[in-house]
């Protein structure tokens, strides 16, 4: 369940990230909102992947049209990890649980610029 605390440092994020956007095919807010689902499990090892986590992160990916859209996606998500605390392995290893091909490794020290 996600806290107070929690709930407004999302909302926090969101207004930031909204004002860093871009158009593009899923603006940095809506991909954050989409993947609240794999919260819990991103910063807490005690939580178990869900399903609707890996429907969220699966939706998200195919998403994806471009590469400019990857780029951004990439640094809104980098951004986003490190402000909630995501632990690194369990991001990594997101994908491969959920049985998704990403274009670029969930990894904190991933080069978005690519």
């Known amino acids: 369940m996600v806290g107070r605390s929690s709930t407004l440092r999302i909302l926090a994020l969101l207004l930031v990230a909204s004002a860093i956007s871009n158009a593009n095919a899923v603006s940095c807010p809506q991909a954050i909102t989409m993947l609240l689902p794999c919260q819990d499990y991103l910063v807490n090892p005690s939580v178990k992947l869900t399903m609707s986590c890996c429907q969220a992160a699966s939706k998200l990916n195919d998403m994806v049209h471009s590469k400019v ?15 909630l605390h995501v632990i690194a392995d369990r991001a990594k290893s997101l994908p491969g649980q959920c049985h998704i091909q990403v274009p670029v490794p969930l990894d904190p020290n991933v080069d978005c610029s690519r």
């Open 69 to 83: 859209d990857l780029k951004d996606l990439c640094s809104c998500l980098k951004q986003a990890a490190a402000s």
